[in-house]
């Protein structure tokens, strides 16, 4: 189970280990400038009541003392300027050796694809698909110029039978028309005209 949630170790280069010297001894004049100028201000507030007393010789030793204090302090600041300098130049370095390696790791994956599709490969790809489509189209034109007349006609007939495969079937004799009763007009009788007759006398 340990294993399992162990988490993986990191290499620990040279220059890692250079870092974390230099940082250990930055550390350790930090500590050293504290204490100093904690002696420093010790000393100072000192030298101020030997002063009220009159006791001078101390106080002037007391002086001294500061004042070698201040040199050392003043060194190292100075040395602490150095090493803050040093490892951000060493951090930057291992910056730019990452960055560098990143670039060449990015060119030479760039290489393998340019290699995988080279400018050759391409233009013959291009090349055989330009050369297949004016093969079909050569195709396609020998086929309309060997059709004739009765080819064409041909053509035109089996349109119109796969038109007449998606509708319905018309029935190919005579529907007879619905019966309907037939009004007949009755005849009138024929009006007869008499004829005046003469009287004779």
Known sequence: MGSLFSRRKTRVTEQDKAVLQIKKQRDELKRFTRRTADSIDRGTATIKELAKRNQKDRALLLL?????????????????TTIEGLIANIEFAQVQVLVVDSFKKSNEALKQLNDLMK????????????EYQEYQQE???????????????????????ILRADLPEVP??????????????????????????????
């Open 64 to 80: 001294k003392k500061n004042k070698c204090q201040e040199k050392l302090l003043a060194q190292a600041d100075q040395y602490l």
């Open 119 to 130: 400018l050759d490969d391409v233009e013959k790809i291009l090349s055989d698909a330009r």
């Open 139 to 161: 195709i396609t034109n020998l086929i309309a110029g060997n059709l004739t007349s009765k080819d064409d006609a041909d053509v035109e007939a089996e349109f119109e039978r």
């Open 172 to 201: 190919d004799h005579e529907v007879s028309e619905p019966e309907s009763p037939i009004k007949t007009k009755k005849r009138e009788a024929p009006v007869e005209k008499r004829i005046p007759v003469m009287a004779t006398g």
